[in-house]
């Protein structure tokens, strides 16, 4: 393990820096400890982050001075975020150095589970924990499940925010093929940010918070700023995962997760509408207790937007639920010491 000297979000924001499943690259961790005594009952929170942003731009960003994290941390949770690899602090890829059309995707569902597995490993060992609860959003949820359905044993409950569901495939319609990497600017995140609000509705995000939160989205890449327009450089594995849940490949299985699943969405969200997450519900069919979640006024951005408070309540009204998580007789046991 390293750690090093890096903007904190936080003054009692502490950073980590584990190797990752590939070789000489690492990945980044932050962790902001609960703001009560920690009990040994409550088990750590990990965020994973979806396709375009890592996890200083989403749990761990303030709006008006209060963050997810925040909440969370003042409901009893030391709460963990972590950067795939190409994202936010981790390392970046070397492909990511080369034409985007001379590599395949990179960060596709599969090697995303590896990450989490070391990043959850690491975080079990350092807070002497046997379990862990996850959070994700949209993509996060497909190496979360996959993990889960892989490590029974570890997770304790699941936070599903808008996520990516199967989509019944078209007949001889296949997914199309993706570059290694792409291209983000703050129009295109703009673009997305107000896309699925109705028509003649109010804006659920502040002209102010985008015009901060987008300063930040470039300082996550360093390059950003010496291209015109500024941008970001992401990998598309997340994206080439999602055209394959919706061509009927969905990147993991629901019916083996054995955790307490929430799926927490908005009503405006067209890539989690009403079919997509009913779908989704029924298929996590060993989980012991699940939810379906709808909030107003939100899309699948909710974090970002103005109903994000009633997303951090209902996040943590389903964590601190007295019930727990199935756990298999023969499953996987965390080293819980350094």
Known sequence: MLQASFQ??????????????????????????SRQQRS??????????????PSGLSIA???????????????????????????????????MNEPAEANPPLCRVQDGTGQLTDVARFILRHQGARRLSIISH???????????GEHPALVDRIVLFAPIARRVPRRYDKPPSAPAWRIVTLADQLARFVEDVPAREPP???????????????????????????????PTGPFNDILHAWHGQLGYDPAVVQAP?????????????????????????????????????????????????????????????????????????AICRE
């Open 8 to 33: 904190k979000l936080d003054p009692r924001e502490q950073h980590y820096w584990i190797a990752s499943p590939r070789a000489g690259m690492q990945l980044f961790l932050r962790h902001l400890p």
């Open 40 to 53: 040994a009952d409550v088990p750590p929170v990990l965020y994973v982050h979806g396709a375009t942003f």
């Open 61 to 95: 960003h303030r709006f008006d001075g209060h963050s997810w994290r925040d909440a969370l941390c003042n409901a009893g949770f030391d709460v963990w975020g972590f950067d795939f690899l190409g994202y936010g602090y981790s390392d970046r890829y070397p492909e």
């Open 138 to 148: 949209s993509w996060g949820a497909m190496p979360t499940c996959r993990f889960a």
């Open 204 to 234: 659920v995000l502040a002209q102010e918070h985008f015009a901060q939160w987008g300063e930040r989205y470039l300082d996550s890449d360093p390059d950003s700023r010496t291209r015109n327009p500024a941008a970001v450089k992401i």
């Open 261 to 333: 699943v929430a799926i927490i969405r908005g009503e405006s969200d067209s890539l989690l509408p009403d079919q997509d997450a009913r779908w989704l519900f029924d298929a996590f069919i060993a989980s012991p207790d699940k939810r379906d979640i709808k909030i107003n006024r939100a899309t699948h951005l909710m974090h970002l937007e103005a109903m994000r408070h009633a997303l951090y309540r209902e996040s943590i009204a389903f964590l601190t639920a007295n019930d727990h998580a199935l756990v298999s007789p023969i499953g996987d046991t």
